[in-house]
């Protein structure tokens, strides 16, 4: 059998590594990725989180074995005895709720217990306590993960995945997709812009943020779009003891990144956020938005300046926020595995294998991941992620 992955970044690069170390795989492998620098690739670009407070079971699982993943990587992805470091920090993640968010807060949280997740509940007294150095002024409550949230170095990630599965056998083809060759309803190849075809018994679409366009390629419509997200490094002059990646009820966040603090924000409701606009950085955002409500929360954030920054792309997908990894009815040897709408990092591990299952084994073997289907966005059943960031 051979396989197409189109991007490889590390949704298609574990991908191909699950696949290449899937005992029930026998066949060629070849990621197709434009980019072997990965200059605009949101797996370069991301902020390198995992946590377990999601709304539903299946994204909780998947930050699960992700986890998991990262923890074993240096003995999983040696190769010829030299182990990658993803530097994991487990400094948890604290989402704090104002009163008329506390439902929800209190919803997700029984959530994630239900799924095994490590989370406490505190009032505003007990966050004053733990964090001496944060204001509860309109806080009704926190969401803290005590232990498996944190964050870690995900290009280390993707490019250990990508080494592993070329130490495997993965063959990565620095091309650009444009098209597929059909035969009925089945994908016969992957065309390349300079005119060739490399052929396939299975493709698999691993596109991150321009897998709608992708999609568009077989007439199927996938909303998935590039939404430009900036990151802002700050230093502060006084520490943060056992500071978490805090998420504010105005949606802004932050997290400990050395001796300095990254930072940044999602649109608001109505704010503009066209689709794939130029990666660079306005300082605006951070000034008008970021700025004031991380001083309002934390006095110690007044005195801060921006030391650098950068822009990557959310695979924003417009549906429900959440992925989707699963053959669709019309093209049934395709399998989709893209969309995580800034969880991907964290969630690739599980994608990337559930994808590599529907090649492999015709199923998902371990973690079932069919909550993330085609069949939703067909029965037109969104499952909103309410913990976006
Ligand atoms: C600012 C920011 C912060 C984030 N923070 C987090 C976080 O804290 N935790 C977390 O889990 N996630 C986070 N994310 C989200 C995460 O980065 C993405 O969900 C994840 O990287 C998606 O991986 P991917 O492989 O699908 O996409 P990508 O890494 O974008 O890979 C897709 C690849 O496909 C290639 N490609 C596209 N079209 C073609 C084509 N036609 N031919 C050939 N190649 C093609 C691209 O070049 C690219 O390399 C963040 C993202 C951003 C931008």
């Known amino acids: 059998?051979?396989?197409?992955?189109?991007?490889?970044?590390?949704?298609?690069?574990?991908?191909?590594?699950?696949?290449?170390?899937?005992?029930?795989?026998?066949?060629?492998?070849?990621?197709?990725?434009?980019?072997?620098?990965?200059?605009?690739?949101?797996?370069?670009?991301?902020?390198?989180?995992?946590?377990?407070?999601f709304s539903t079971p299946v994204s909780i699982r998947m930050s699960q074995y992700g986890l998991a993943f990262i923890r074993d990587a240096g003995r999983a992805l040696a190769v010829d005895g030299d182990a990658p470091m993803l530097a994991f920090k487990e400094h948890g993640y604290l989402f704090l709720a104002s009163e008329s968010g506390?439902?929800?807060?209190?919803?997700?949280?029984?959530?994630?217990?239900?799924?095994?997740?490590?989370?406490?509940?505190?009032?505003?007294?007990?966050l004053r306590e733990k964090f001496p150095w944060l204001s509860t002024d309109g806080v009704a409550a926190g969401a803290l993960g005590a232990s498996g949230e944190g964050s870690f170095d995900g290009p280390a990630m993707l490019l250990a995945m990508r080494r592993k599965a070329r130490a495997l056998g993965v063959k990565y083809v620095a091309a650009t997709a444009s098209g597929?060759?059909?035969?009925?309803?089945?994908?016969?190849?992957?065309?390349?812009?300079?005119?060739?075809?490399?052929?396939?018994?299975?493709?698999?679409?691993?596109a991150g943020a321009w897998s709608g366009r992708v999609a568009s390629w077989l007439g199927i419509d996938l909303p998935i779009v590039p939404r430009k997200r900036m990151v802002y490094v700050i230093a502060c002059r006084e520490e943060l003891p056992r500071c978490p990646l805090v998420i504010d009820p105005t949606g802004n966040w932050?997290?400990?990144?050395?001796?300095f603090f990254l930072c940044g924000r999602s649109p608001g409701e109505g704010e503009p956020d066209p689709d794939e606009p130029p990666l660079e950085v306005t300082e605006a955002m951070f000034y008008?938005?970021?700025?004031?409500?991380?001083?309002?929360?934390?006095?110690?954030?007044?005195?801060?300046?921006?030391?650098?920054?950068?822009?990557g792309y959310y695979d924003l997908h417009l549906f429900d926020h959440n992925g989707v990894?699963?053959?669709?009815?019309?093209?049934?040897?395709?399998?989709?595995?893209?969309?995580f709408s800034g969880h991907g990092m964290q969630h690739s591990p599980a994608a990337g294998r559930g994808a590599a299952e529907l090649v492999a084994d015709g199923a998902f073997a371990t973690l079932d991941l069919s909550p993330l289907g085609w069949q939703r966005l067909i029965e037109n059943r969104p499952m909103w992620e309410k913990n976006v960031v």
């Open 325 to 339: 990894v699963g053959r669709h009815p019309s093209v049934p040897n395709v399998v989709f595995a893209a969309g």
């Open 1 to 53: 059998m051979k396989v197409v992955i189109v991007g490889g970044g590390a949704i298609g690069s574990s991908t191909a590594y699950h696949l290449a170390a899937n005992p029930h795989f026998r066949g060629e492998l070849v990621v197709v990725e434009r980019d072997p620098s990965y200059a605009r690739a949101s797996s370069m670009l991301s902020a390198s989180g995992i946590r377990q407070q």
């Open 102 to 126: 506390t439902g929800v807060l209190r919803g997700n949280v029984a959530v994630q217990r239900s799924e095994g997740a490590d989370i406490q509940l505190l009032d505003p007294a007990e």
């Open 254 to 259: 932050w997290r400990p990144e050395g001796n």
């Open 180 to 206: 597929f060759v059909r035969a009925g309803q089945a994908v016969r190849g992957v065309m390349l812009d300079d005119g060739s075809v490399l052929h396939c018994d299975t493709a698999v679409v691993a």
């Open 288 to 311: 008008d938005h970021v700025w004031p409500a991380l001083a309002a929360r934390v006095p110690a954030f007044e005195s801060v300046k921006i030391s650098s920054s950068w822009a």
